[in-house]
Nanobody, 128 residues
């Protein structure tokens, strides 16, 4: 069974940092392309950051310059380093992965339709 397991969330004060991790099972190749999405109550899930098979990255404008997506191929893991966190970054963060190699423009997929597998989500709360 394919699994994505997220970790690293929690409560932090504004200006603080968190690092989210997403570990994929062996049956998923992180080189296919992975992403992080965020959902808040009453709103749709939005793209936070994506990384393609070539290592191209894309970020939501609201997090650009503060968040960094990266991956460790050997560990089958993807990370999201979040610095200078703000209250508006609060939400449930989901890791997403693809079953097969994605086109480059998948990193701009705001709705997550490109991805086949999703983690259970992890809460990030930023207090003011």
């Amino acid at each position: 069974q394919v699994q994505l397991v997220e970790s690293g969330g929690g409560l932090v004060q504004a200006g603080g940092s968190l690092r989210l991790s997403c570990a994929a099972s062996r049956s998923i190749d992180v080189l296919n392309g992975m992403a992080w999405y965020r959902q808040t109550p009453g709103k749709q899930r939005d793209l936070v950051a994506g990384i393609s098979s070539r290592g191209d990255t894309n970020y939501a404008s609201s997090v650009k310059g503060r968040f960094t997506i990266s991956r460790d191929n050997a560990e089958n893991s993807v990370y999201l380093q979040m610095n200078n966190l703000q209250p508006e970054d609060t939400g449930v963060y989901y890791c997403a992965a693809a079953r097969s190699r994605l086109p480059k423009n998948a990193i701009f997929d705001t709705k997550g339709l490109s991805y086949d597998y999703w983690g259970q989500g992890i809460q990030v709360t930023v207090s003011s």
